[in-house]
């Protein structure tokens, strides 16, 4: 049985795959980072653990994850290891942090291991739950938008090579044939979706509709002195942020499905060594941080406006 294991950072920056043996997994995981992870990177592209392009990485991640003493090195203290979702325990054998997975009907077990490190205010005061749960859902927002954004690729025709490996893709890939979303085109040698992988895309364009059509409205809204709310003015400001938080609504994935509905983002070359980074959608969606809040219109006003809007949807007979 084959071993992948895929090691980066939290913000997804650097990203370092390792091919193991049985026997390296046998092995408590402290060991895997002391006596693999800590080696030259040469050393291991000779072995066949890596490949020789993640160098640059590898080195990145190493001092990310060392710091070295009189007694040698070790794992700095505001450094934190998770896989698969689940901390990872260094006592354990390193076996435990792997799950099966399928590629082309084969068989191999697989690792998404990564590095978080705690900011300084963090190390110096540990860090709250409350900003522990806030950086875990921050990591798992950038998965699933990772997710979509893979899938609506494949979906408008990206052509994924299946006779070269990319690391920077060997994760998507990996869940998207477990899950049965997508099959190799072998026509064209590329990856295309499945039955199950095109009900996926219809429902992530079917979310996207649906809110366009409930909240398009709150693109131009004009409240004038007397509180009247009118809509589609070309005089108005732009609510539909304040509007999604205040519906419960996470407005930056409905930005990320609305700008990928329009193609807003056809043209950017590089994303497959980008899109799984917090990085890379801070900058996407870096209008939703600018837009207004709730607290600035006022919840009051935003109700109004929103009571308004949905009276004109209704009577527009969008919903009966």
Same mark, same amino acid.
């Given at each position: 049985?084959?071993?992948?294991?895929?090691?980066?950072?939290?913000? #997804?920056?650097?990203?370092?795959?390792?091919?193991?043996?049985?026997?390296?997994?046998?092995?408590? @995981? @402290?060991?895997?980072?002391?006596?693999?992870?800590?080696?030259?990177?040469?050393?291991?592209?000779?072995?066949?653990?890596?490949?020789?392009?993640?160098?640059?990485?590898?080195?990145?991640?190493?001092? #990310?994850?060392?710091?070295?003493?009189?007694?040698?090195?070790?794992?700095?203290? /505001?450094?934190?290891?998770?896989?698969?979702?689940?901390?990872?325990?260094?006592?354990?054998?390193?076996?435990?942090?792997?799950?099966?997975?399928?590629?082309?009907?084969?068989?191999?077990? #697989?690792?998404? %291991?990564?590095?978080?490190?705690?900011?300084?205010?963090?190390?110096?005061?540990?860090?709250?739950?409350?900003?522990?749960?806030?950086?875990?859902? @921050?990591?798992?927002?950038?998965?699933?938008?990772?997710?979509?954004?893979?899938?609506?690729?494949?979906?408008?025709?990206?052509?994924?090579?299946?006779?070269?490996?990319?690391?920077?893709?060997? $994760?998507?890939?990996?869940?998207?044939?477990?899950?049965?979303?997508?099959?190799?085109? %072998?026509?064209?040698?590329?990856?295309?979706?499945?039955? *199950?992988?095109?009900?996926?895309?219809?429902?992530?364009?079917?979310?996207?509709?649906?809110?366009?059509?409930?909240?398009?409205?709150?693109? /131009?809204? $004009?409240? $004038?002195?007397?509180?009247?709310?009118?809509?589609? %003015?070309?005089?108005?400001?732009?609510?539909?942020?304040?509007?999604?938080?205040?519906?419960?609504?996470?407005?930056?994935?409905?930005?990320?499905?609305?700008?990928?509905?329009?193609?807003?983002? #056809?043209?950017?070359? $590089?994303?497959?060594?980008?899109?799984? %980074?917090?990085?890379?959608?801070?900058?996407?969606?870096?209008?939703?941080?600018?837009?207004?809040?709730?607290?600035?219109?006022? *919840?009051?006003?935003?109700?109004?406006?929103?009571?308004?809007?949905?009276?004109?949807?209704?009577?527009?007979?969008?919903?009966?």
């Amino acid at each position: 049985m084959q071993y992948v294991l895929s090691l980066c950072d939290d913000r #997804r920056q650097h990203l370092v795959v390792f091919t193991l043996r049985e026997a390296d997994v046998k092995r408590p @995981a @402290a060991d895997f980072f002391f006596e693999i992870v800590a080696s030259p990177p040469e050393q291991l592209a000779d072995d066949g653990i890596i490949s020789a392009g993640q160098s640059d990485d590898l080195l990145a991640m190493q001092e #990310r994850l060392f710091a070295e003493d009189s007694q040698g090195l070790f794992i700095r203290e /505001d450094v934190s290891i998770s896989s698969n979702g689940n901390g990872l325990n260094p006592d354990e054998p390193l076996k435990n942090a792997f799950i099966e997975a399928d590629r082309e009907g084969t068989k191999y077990m #697989r690792s998404e %291991t990564i590095v978080a490190t705690a900011t300084k205010s963090q190390v110096a005061t540990g860090p709250t739950s409350q900003t522990a749960d806030e950086e875990q859902n @921050a990591m798992q927002r950038v998965v699933a938008f990772a997710r979509i954004w893979f899938i609506w690729q494949i979906a408008h025709g990206y052509p994924i090579d299946v006779t070269k490996d990319d690391p920077d893709l060997a $994760d998507s890939i990996a869940e998207a044939e477990k899950n049965g979303w997508i099959e190799i085109d %072998t026509k064209k040698a590329v990856y295309a979706l499945t039955a *199950k992988g095109l009900d996926l895309f219809r429902s992530y364009k079917e979310e996207c509709q649906d809110l366009v059509r409930r909240y398009d409205i709150y693109g /131009d809204v $004009d409240v $004038d002195s007397a509180g009247n709310v009118r809509f589609d %003015t070309e005089l108005g400001r732009d609510l539909r942020i304040p509007i999604f938080e205040l519906a419960g609504v996470d407005p930056f994935k409905a930005r990320l499905l609305l700008g990928l509905n329009d193609g807003e983002w #056809r043209d950017i070359p $590089d994303w497959t060594s980008h899109y799984q %980074t917090r990085e890379f959608y801070d900058k996407l969606l870096q209008d939703v941080a600018y837009a207004p809040a709730i607290d600035d219109i006022g *919840k009051d006003v935003l109700v109004r406006i929103m009571d308004s809007g949905k009276a004109e949807l209704r009577a527009d007979g969008q919903f009966n």
